[in-house]
C-alpha cells in the first residue's frame, strides 16, 4: 500500500465550496499481468459521507483466465470520542487460476525469486487469496497536527492554493505532520493442490512512525515523508511460522514550476529498503514468499509481476518525472459535471532494486533489476485513478491502481 495521505478534508474553491461536499468518482478500467491474462474492473472512491475526512473505496474485476478480485476499504475513520485516532480498513478477496509463486528450490538448487533466478522459476496453480489490514493511526501533537489533527486544503481546478502542511522546512516541530500506527494484518494463499504449495498464512502487527512532510499527500508538489515500520508474525493462529521484517521508506519532491503549457511539474524520487532479522539458514524465521523483502507489482519494479523477487533483503530506487498539461479534454461545465475531470497527468519513471541473502551494501548494488515505463494519472471528485505501462528485460506489465505509487 502507498504512504497514507492523513487525516484531510478537501474543498473546491472554484466551485465555491465553503465546506467538504461528498463526492464519488467511478470508472471502469482494463489490465494486463502474468496472472491475469487481460481484465477489466470497475472501481469506486468516495469522500466526505459520515466524516468529512472519511474515505471509501472499493473495486471488482474479472479476466479472461476466470480469475476474479474483490478489494474493499475505508481510510481516515475518527474513533468516537477521540480527536487524534483514526482508523483505516482493507479487505482483498481474490480467486486465481493461475496464481503464480515465486517460492521452493528447483531441481537445479535454484531458488525462485532470488535475484538471479530464472523468470520462469515459479510455482503456478489455481488459488485462493485473502488479505486483510486493520491500521489504527494516531496523529502525534507536533507541528501543524498539534493545532488541527484532521488538515484542511483548499484546491483550484485540482491544484493546491497556499503553501500545504509541509515542505517549508524539515522540522517536525514547525512543518508536517507525524503519525504512529499500529497495522494488525493478515494474509492467506490457499492452493488447490496440495502438493504445490497447500495452505500459507501470516498474521500479526506492523508499527510504523512516519513524517510526513509533504505540501498535499494526495498529489505532492515538494516536501518529503520519512517512514520507519516493523512487522512481527508472532507464530499463532494458522501462521506458518514467526518471523519480523524491518523496512524503511525516504521520498522527495521537488516543483519545477509552472509553464505557459504546464500546470504543475514535479521530479519525484525515493528508496526503499528492507532486511528480515530473524532469518535463518535453516528456512526458519522467514516471513512468506510474498510480505518482507519483495519486488515486483504495483508499487516496486512494476514490470515484473507480484512478488517476482523475495529474499531476506531488498534495496528499492525510483524516479518519476509528473507533468500536469495546461489543457485537459474535459473542461468543468456544468453540461458534463458528472463526468469533470480536474486534471490529468503523465509521467515517465524509471526503477531499480534487487533482493539479497544477506544486508550486504556491495551485494545489493550489484546486478540491479531495473524498468522504466508511463503513466496517465486522473484526478476527479478529489480521488486519483493511476494507469501505469512499466516494462523491463523480463516482461511488461499494464497496472491500474488508486494514489500515486509513493
Known amino acids: 500500500m502507498a504512504p ?37 474492473g470497475y472501481g469506486a472512491v468516495g469522500t466526505g459521507f459520515f466524516q468529512d475526512q472519511l474515505q471509501l473505496f472499493g473495486a471488482v474485476a474479472v479476466s479472461t483466465n476466470e480469475t476474479s478480485e474483490l478489494q ?19 479487505l482483498s478477496v481474490g480467486d486465481y487460476t493461475q496464481l503464480r509463486a515465486y517460492t521452493g528450490v528447483d531441481g537445479s538448487g535454484e ?75 493478515y494474509r492467506r494463499q490457499e492452493y488447490d493442490d496440495a502438493g504445490q504449495r497447500g495452505a500459507l498464512a501470516t498474521n500479526g502487527a506492523a508499527l510504523a512512525l512516519t513524517y510526513d512532510n509533504r505540501d498535499f499527500p494526495r498529489n505532492p508538489s515538494r516536501g518529503s515523508l520519512q517512514q520507519v515500520r516493523v512487522w512481527r508474525d508472532f507464530g499463532q493462529l494458522d501462521s506458518a511460522g514467526s518471523w519480523t521484517s524491518v523496512e524503511a521508506l525516504a521520498t522527495k519532491y521537488v516543483d ?50 507480484a512478488y517476482r523477487f523475495n529474499d531476506r533483503s531488498a534495496v528499492h530506487y525510483w524516479a518519476e518525472y509528473r507533468f500536469i498539461p495546461g489543457w485537459q479534454p474535459l473542461p468543468r461545465v456544468e453540461s458534463i459535471r458528472r463526468a469533470s475531470v480536474d486534471w490529468w497527468q503523465f509521467a515517465v519513471f524509471a526503477e531499480a532494486g534487487r533482493v539479497a541473502p544477506s544486508w550486504d551494501a556491495e551485494l545489493l548494488h550489484e546486478d540491479l533489476k ?13 480521488a486519483l485513478f493511476r494507469f501505469d505501462i512499466a516494462a523491463g528485460p523480463e516482461e511488461y506489465a499494464v497496472l491500474v491502481d488508486i494514489q500515486h505509487p509513493f
Open 4 to 40: 497514507a495521505t492523513g487525516q484531510e478534508v478537501i474543498v473546491d474553491v472554484d466551485e465555491g465550496e465553503t465546506a467538504p461536499e461528498s463526492e464519488v468518482f467511478q470508472m471502469p478500467y482494463a489490465f494486463s499481468s502474468a496472472s491475469w491474462d487481460f481484465a477489466i
Open 111 to 185: 531458488r525462485a525469486g532470488s535475484n538471479g533466478s530464472a523468470k520462469d522459476n515459479y510455482l503456478q496453480d489455481e488459488a485462493y487469496d485473502v488479505r486483510f489490514e486493520l491500521p489504527l493511526r494516531a496523529v502525534l501533537p507536533l507541528g501543524p497536527g498539534a493545532r488541527e489533527p484532521i488538515q484542511r486544503y483548499e484546491l483550484e481546478d485540482g491544484l493546491l492554493t497556499g503553501k500545504g502542511t509541509g515542505g517549508w522546512a524539515w522540522d517536525p516541530l514547525e512543518s508536517g505532520r507525524t503519525f504512529l500506527d499500529l497495522r494488525p494484518f
Open 72 to 90: 474493499l476499504g475505508f481510510a481516515n475513520l475518527r474513533l468516537a470520542g477521540t480527536d487524534r485516532l483514526f482508523l483505516d480498513g482493507y
Open 370 to 382: 531495473w524498468d522504466a515505463g508511463i503513466s496517465l494519472r486522473i484526478f476527479a471528485k478529489k
Open 256 to 305: 519545477l514550476g509552472r509553464t505557459d503549457w504546464a500546470r504543475q511539474q514535479v521530479l519525484a524520487f525515493g528508496a526503499w529498503a528492507a532486511d528480515t532479522p530473524t532469518w535463518d539458514d535453516d528456512g526458519s524465521g522467514r516471513p512468506p514468499y510474498f510480505m518482507g523483502a519483495t519486488l515486483g507489482g504495483r508499487k516496486r519494479l512494476r514490470a515484473y509481476p
